[in-house]
């Protein structure tokens, strides 16, 4: 991947954490001021010699694609998502799940049951699939079990999905019925 494209999905990170940022120009010294917010929440690093170009280039770049948009209040310039930069953040946050796997288990079954209108067919069945994806393991259609903490994950799927408590919800268990399949379906004793 490109240096361009990681710097482009940074930005576009550190907007949606930190929502609109206010620059105090829009001459290279703007670059300079919003850098080191991105980078902090970003963890990341350019080549010193690098970074004001490629921030530069990635700015516009956004902004060309529609992902971006700067307002203009007096001296002032706000850097902001547009809807679509919204999604595409959001789309990419879903692609990067990953569940954790502890070193020891717990011994807590953690279930998700959800029950989604047929209207949201759709969105039910690619959470189906982000499911079976992620590794959890199905007990029936709208029940599906993971031996590990999986929270945070659920609620950025409930984010993306637009779903609510209602219709996904989370029980943690100390024991399944007949669990042998899926133990060893998780390949834990």
């Not at 710097?7 to 990170?13: A, H, M, R, Y």
């Not at 310039?77 to 679509?84: A, M």
């Amino acid at each position: 991947m490109s240096k361009k494209n990681d710097t482009s999905k940074i930005i576009l990170q550190g907007l949606l954490w930190g929502g609109a940022i206010a620059v105090a120009s829009l001459n290279p010294i703007f670059l300079n001021r919003i850098v080191p917010q991105l980078v902090r929440h970003a963890k990341y690093k350019l080549d010193k010699k690098r970074k004001n170009k490629t921030f530069q280039q990635s700015f516009y770049y956004l902004k060309n694609k529609g992902l971006i948009d700067f307002k203009y209040q007096g001296k002032q310039v706000y850097v902001s998502l547009t809807k679509e930069g919204r999604k595409k953040v959001k789309k990419s946050n879903i692609d990067n799940l990953e569940i954790k796997k502890p070193k020891v288990w717990d011994k807590k079954w953690r279930i998700l049951i959800f029950d989604i209108q047929d209207k949201y067919k759709i969105k039910r069945e690619s959470l189906r699939g982000k499911l079976k994806e992620l590794g959890f393991y199905k007990l029936q259609k709208s029940v599906w079990v993971c031996p590990y903490d999986f929270e945070k994950e659920v609620n950025i799927l409930r984010n993306f999905f637009g779903f609510g408590h209602r219709e996904m919800r989370v029980i943690t268990a100390s024991d399944i019925e007949n669990d042998r399949e899926t133990k060893h379906f998780f390949k834990i004793e």
